[in-house]
């Protein structure tokens, strides 16, 4: 069971940590990844983390802006978003799978596992 918070309303340039603990074993042994959904659009991913080597993958949009990290002794990770714009707005979720496949990461379906959302709201 995954469980987001964090999110809240910030103004353009501001910072928010979101963070996505999770309940279960083997919490270690699982990818992680944040995906932001708005009204009408698909869901999309903004960064993704293995566990195998501990790389991270980023949207190009939120490169150089967004840190996607884990606590495996807290059994928690994390989304620092810095520079924060308008266009961020969006519902975040977290999602977990003990499969990475550094092709199709960006692919919901890929995931097994999902928080239940956390509203990110940028004003200008």
């Known amino acids: 069971q995954l469980q987001a918070s964090g999110g809240g309303l910030v103004q353009t340039g501001g910072s928010l940590r979101l963070s996505c603990a999770v309940s279960?074993?083997?919490?270690?042994?699982?990818?992680v990844a944040w995906f932001r959904q708005t009204p009408g659009k698909e869901r999309e991913v903004v960064a993704a983390?293995?566990?195998?080597?501990?790389?991270?993958y980023y949207a190009e949009r939120v490169k150089g802006r967004f840190t996607i990290s884990r606590d495996n002794a807290k059994s928690t990770f994390y989304l620092q978003m810095n520079g924060l714009k308008p266009e961020d707005t969006a519902v975040y979720y977290c999602a977990a799978d003990r499969m990475f496949d550094r092709l199709r990461y960006s692919a919901p379906s890929q995931w097994t596992f999902w928080g239940q959302g956390t509203q990110v709201t940028v004003s200008s």
């Open positions: 279960g074993p083997d919490f270690r042994n699982h990818a």
């Open positions: 983390l293995s566990w195998i080597n501990i790389r991270a």
